[in-house]
Nanobody, 126 residues
Framework: QVQLVESGGDSVQAGGSLTLSCAASTYMTTIDGCIGWFRQVPGKERDGVAR???????SYADSVKGRFTISRDRATNSLVLQMNGLKPEDTGVYSC???????????????????WGQGTQVTVSS
C-alpha cells in the first residue's frame, strides 16, 4: 500500500480559498490510478468530494461542482484539490485516497481505495 500525506488544511472565512495537496511518502510511488478526496465530519459518514481516474477524467460531488478542482501534479507527484468559494458546510477533515485504475472509478465505493492519508482539517467560518 501507498502511504499518503495531506497538507494545506487551514481555517478560513467563507468565500475564501484553500489548496490541499496529497503526496506519496512511499519511495518510488506514483500518485496515479483511481484517486480522490473525501471529507469526514464528526457524527456523519465520510463523503466523496472529487475523484480522478488515470485517463484524466474527473467527477465531483454536486455540492462542490464549480468551486473545487481536482488535479494531478506530475512534477511534484501529488494530488491537488483547489477549493474556491468556500462555505461553512465545506468544513471537515479532508483525506486523499488511492486505488488501482478501473473504468468505474467514479462510481466505486470508498472501500475500493486501499491507501489513505491521515487527513487535514479544513474549517470555514461564516
Amino acid at each position: 500500500q501507498v502511504q499518503l500525506v495531506e497538507s494545506g488544511g487551514d481555517s478560513v472565512q467563507a468565500g475564501g480559498s484553500l489548496t490541499l495537496s496529497c503526496a506519496a511518502s512511499t519511495y518510488m510511488t506514483t500518485i496515479d490510478g483511481c484517486i480522490g478526496w473525501f471529507r469526514q465530519v464528526p457524527g456523519k459518514e465520510r463523503d466523496g468530494v472529487a475523484r480522478m481516474n488515470s485517463d484524466g477524467s474527473t467527477s465531483y460531488a454536486d455540492s462542490v461542482k464549480g468551486r473545487f478542482t481536482i488535479s494531478r501534479d506530475r512534477a511534484t507527484n501529488s494530488l491537488v484539490l483547489q477549493m474556491n468559494g468556500l462555505k461553512p458546510e465545506d468544513t471537515g477533515v479532508y483525506s486523499c485516497a488511492q486505488g488501482a485504475s478501473l473504468p468505474y472509478c467514479h462510481a466505486v465505493g470508498e472501500g475500493y481505495f486501499g491507501s489513505w492519508g491521515q487527513g487535514t482539517q479544513v474549517t470555514v467560518s461564516s
